[in-house]
């Protein structure tokens, strides 16, 4: 009778222990997210700030790389956006940005839709802005016919992010901007397709890449934006530098408006920092 119950007792372990094993074994595990900045270059990514993080964002232009008389556009008229970001949630970012190059106050937010784990290949997030153009009333048209909504633009994107390895992360986002008013020969609504990408090479330094691509063809030439650079991170900070073909750094304007062709060498320095309290 002893016996028996050990046996019994031996056999509930046993399988107890099978159990464990196999629930186990289908639990989640999580991943290292694709990126830890905001944004790659100019466009965001999936990545959000916790609740209560606050994330400072310096992007800064030089003039078109011309001749070493202006010391490759380091001599030359800058452009720079200074914006600040904040975690309401873990899953939603709310920020604030100015741009020198048309005055652009810009309002954006962001909501993690899908996060990448052991069983979602892929992290999901939507994001949006509202963009004031502030110059003055003389740039939209006859006084007469101003209106205040001739300075807003808006933007919408569906960004896809995955982690493949330990080294590589690419992501993907349709994006769609609309312009209350263009310039003759400009679009209202425009699309495009952005991609981006990541490589570490040690530890957080990696080499970095974007590429938008205009779906909806205007009257006057709209290029694609195009960037490469090199991205080296620490737990707090992150600093890129690269080279692109465009010089308008708020995404409305970069897909709307980008008259430098990437293929004829009109490109520019350029760097970005990131600061996380």
Request: with cysteine; aromatic share 14%.
């Amino acid at each position: 009778m002893k016996r028996n119950t050990k046996l019994t007792t031996i056999a509930c372990v046993l399988a107890f222990l099978s159990a464990g094993l196999l629930f186990a074994q289908d639990e989640v595990a999580p991943v290292m997210p694709a990126f830890e900045t905001l944004n790659l270059i100019d466009n965001q990514t999936t990545a959000n700030p916790y609740k209560g993080q606050m994330v400072i964002e310096i992007q800064h232009r030089f003039s078109e790389i011309a001749e070493i008389a202006d010391l490759f556009g380091i001599y030359g008229s800058a452009n720079t956006r200074i914006g600040i970001s904040y975690g309401i949630t873990d899953k939603i970012m709310l920020g604030f940005g100015t741009t020198r190059t048309y005055m652009l106050q810009d309002l954006e937010w962001k909501y993690s839709i899908l996060t990448q784990t052991s069983k979602m290949p892929v992290s999901l997030s939507y994001h949006g802005n509202a963009v004031l153009d502030a110059r003055d009333s003389k740039y939209f048209g006859p006084e007469e016919e101003y209106k205040f909504a001739y300075r807003m633009s808006y933007l919408n994107q569906l960004i896809v992010s995955s982690r493949i390895g330990n080294r590589i992360s690419l992501q993907v986002a349709p994006t769609f901007v609309y312009f209350n008013a263009v310039p003759e020969g400009y679009n209202n609504v425009n699309a495009a397709i952005n991609f981006g990408g990541r490589f570490q090479v040690l530890g957080f330094h990696s080499i970095i890449f974007e590429y938008d691509q205009p779906l909806i063809q205007a009257e006057e030439d709209v290029y694609p934006n195009l960037a490469l650079g090199v991205e080296i991170g620490t737990s707090t900070h992150s600093f890129r530098v690269f080279a692109s073909n465009y010089n308008n750094i708020v995404r409305n304007h970069g897909i709307a408006f980008n008259s430098n062709n990437p293929f004829d060498g009109d490109f520019q320095f350029g760097f970005n920092i990131s600061i996380r309290f």
